[in-house]
Nanobody, 123 residues
Framework: QVQLVESGGGSVQAEGSLRLSCAVS????????MAWFRQAPGKEREGVAR????????YYRDSVKGRFTISRDNTKNTVYLQMNSLKPEDTAMYYC????????????????WGQGTQVTVSS
C-alpha cells in the first residue's frame, strides 16, 4: 500500500516562509502527477498546486501564484511545496495527493492522500 507522508508544517508570522515535503513510500514515477490541497476550518478542500512527475510541469491556483513553488525530486520520491510571503488566509491543513490518471486539480481525481500537515499564519 503506497503511503504519502507530509512534513514541514508549522506556525509562522505573515510574510514568513515554510517548505512542505511529501514523501512517497513507493516509486513516485508510478504516478502521473502529485498535488497539494488545503482545507481551512469551515471551508471546502481546494487545490493549491499540481506537478506532473515526468515533465515537472507545474500548475497553481491564482491566489498562490508568485508565492508558492511546487517541485519534485524523483530520486528521493518526494514532492515539495515552497511557500513564501505567507498570508493569514493561507492558514489550513495541507494535504499531499497523487494521481495515476487525470491531473485536473480537483479532489476526486486524486486517489492517494496523506494525513495532512497544519500551516498556521498569524498577522
Amino acid at each position: 500500500q503506497v503511503q504519502l507522508v507530509e512534513s514541514g508544517g508549522g506556525s509562522v508570522q505573515a510574510e514568513g516562509s515554510l517548505r512542505l515535503s511529501c514523501a512517497v513510500s513507493g516509486n513516485i514515477r508510478n504516478f502521473n502527477c502529485m498535488a497539494w490541497f488545503r482545507q481551512a476550518p469551515g471551508k471546502e478542500r481546494e487545490g493549491v498546486a499540481r506537478i506532473y512527475i515526468g515533465s515537472g510541469n507545474p500548475y497553481y491556483r491564482d491566489s498562490v501564484k508568485g508565492r508558492f513553488t511546487i517541485s519534485r525530486d524523483n530520486t528521493k520520491n518526494t514532492v515539495y511545496l515552497q511557500m513564501n510571503s505567507l498570508k493569514p488566509e493561507d492558514t489550513a491543513m495541507y494535504y499531499c495527493a497523487a494521481s495515476k490518471t487525470s491531473c485536473t486539480l480537483v479532489s476526486d481525481n486524486f486517489a492517494y492522500w496523506g494525513q495532512g500537515t497544519q500551516v498556521t499564519v498569524s498577522s
